[in-house]
C-alpha cells in the first residue's frame, strides 16, 4: 500500500493500479493462512465475554406496525417499540395458546396477539416476561441467559463506531447451514481475499497478525491487519489498510486505520437460529457497515443514503453468497470428521 504524509489525503481516492497481476498468477497465501494460527484465534475469540447478548435485527427495522422477529437457538424473539419509544421484547410465543407473536400487530407500543387478542406491552402478563433489550442505533441486541450460559453484561459490547450523524450505515443479513464459529473463522481468515472474492479485492497483503505473541491488540483482542485494494471499475481500486479483530464470540470487527475511509467499521455478526428440518444448525449472519470520511464532500453522500443503502446492501450479498459457501463447507468437513487437522 503506498503511503500518504501525514497531514495530506490524496486529491481523489482512487488510485490505478499499475502492472496488475492476473488472478492465477497473484503470490499464493495458502502458507501464511496457518491453520493452528486461524483456530487459535477463534479458540481465544470464543473464551471472550458476550454477556448473552445476541444480534436479532437492525434498528432501522424498529417503528412499522410489526415486531422484529428473529430466532435465537430455537427460541421465538420478538423486539418492538414501546409507547415511550424504547426498544421492548421478549419470547415469541404467546402465552395463551401459542400463537406466533411475529405475525402479530404493534399498536400505540402495545403487541397485540391475532389470535385472541392479548395484549402485551413489554412487562410481565400473563406468564409472559420480557427479555433485556438493547438499541445501540444500528442494531437490536436481546439478552437470553438461559442459551448463553455466561455471566450476564448489563449491555452488550458494542464495537466503537464513527459518529452516527456522520457516517454512512447499512446493514444486511444472510443465513447458513453452520454454527457461528464458522462465520467467525471466515473472517479470521484474511488470506483468502484476492483469491476467493477477485472481483472486490485485489493486491491483498497481510501486514500483521496474532502469530508470535498470541497477545492481540492493546484492547486485548486478536488483531489480523491487512493492506487491501477495493476494485472499482478495471484498473481504479481504492488501496485501504484494515485491521481485523474478534471483541466477542460471534462478533468480528473491521476497521479501516488507513487510506479512504480511515475509521470506518464493518461489524459481522453470527447469530445461532436452531436447527433446520434436517437437524443442521443454522446461523444468521448480520453485517453492519458504518462508513465515515472526513472528505467535504461526504455529506452529499450521506443525503443520498436512501439511494446508497441498497447498493450497499448488494455488495455485502454479493460477498456473503461465497463466505456462506465458504462458512457451510467448514462445517459440514467439521461435522463428518473431515476437516483438515
Known amino acids: 500500500m503506498r503511503r500518504v504524509p501525514p497531514g495530506r489525503r490524496r486529491r481523489l481516492p482512487l488510485s490505478l493500479r499499475r502492472d496488475p497481476v492476473p488472478w492465477d498468477r497473484q503470490r499464493p497465501t495458502w502458507r501464511d493462512a496457518a ?25 432501522s427495522g424498529l417503528g412499522g406496525d410489526r415486531p422484529v422477529a428473529r430466532t435465537v437457538a430455537g427460541r421465538e424473539v420478538v423486539v418492538w417499540r414501546g409507547a415511550d419509544g424504547r426498544a421492548v421484547g421478549g419470547p415469541g410465543v404467546c402465552p395463551h395458546l401459542g400463537a406466533p407473536l411475529r405475525d402479530s400487530p404493534v ?38 441467559d438461559e442459551v448463553g450460559g455466561e455471566a450476564p453484561l448489563e449491555a452488550p459490547v458494542v464495537p466503537r463506531r464513527p459518529e452516527r450523524a456522520r457516517a454512512l450505515t447499512a446493514v444486511y443479513t444472510g443465513t447458513g447451514v453452520c454454527e457461528p464459529e464458522d462465520v467467525v473463522a471466515n473472517r479470521l481468515d484474511p488470506w483468502h481475499g484476492a483469491w476467493f472474492h477477485p472481483y472486490s479485492f485485489a493486491d491483498l497483503t497481510v501486514v500483521g497478525s496474532p502469530e508470535g505473541s498470541g497477545r492481540g491488540d492493546r484492547d486485548g483482542e486478536d488483531a489480523f491487519t491487512v493492506d487491501v485494494s477495493f476494485k472499482v471499475a478495471g484498473r481504479l481500486v481504492v488501496p485501504v489498510r484494515a485491521v481485523f479483530t474478534a471483541p466477542g464470540p460471534r462478533t468480528v470487527v473491521m476497521r479501516i486505520t488507513e487510506g479512504e475511509g480511515e475509521g470506518s467499521v464493518v461489524e459481522t455478526h453470527a447469530t445461532p437460529l436452531g436447527p433446520d428440518d434436517a437437524g443442521r444448525p443454522r446461523t444468521a449472519v448480520t453485517e453492519a457497515v458504518t462508513a465515515a470520511s472526513g472528505r467535504p464532500g461526504f455529506a452529499v453522500v450521506r443525503r443520498a443514503a436512501p439511494l446508497l443503502r441498497p447498493l450497499l446492501r448488494t455488495a455485502a450479498a454479493r460477498l456473503w453468497r461465497d463466505d456462506l459457501a465458504y462458512a457451510e463447507r467448514r462445517w459440514r468437513l467439521r461435522a463428518t470428521g473431515r476437516f483438515p487437522g
Not at 475469540?45 to 447478548?53: F, I, L, M, V
Not at 406468564?127 to 438493547?134: M, N, R
Open 35 to 59: 491453520p493452528g494460527l486461524i483456530a487459535q484465534a477463534l479458540k481465544r475469540a470464543q473464551a471472550r465475554p458476550s454477556g448473552n447478548w445476541y444480534v436479532v435485527g437492525a434498528s
Open 107 to 144: 399498536r400505540c407500543g402495545t403487541l397485540v396477539c391475532h389470535w385472541h387478542g392479548l395484549a402485551l406491552d413489554g412487562v410481565p402478563y400473563a406468564g409472559w416476561a420480557p427479555y433485556p433489550v438493547h438499541d445501540d442505533g444500528v442494531l437490536l441486541w436481546v439478552r437470553l
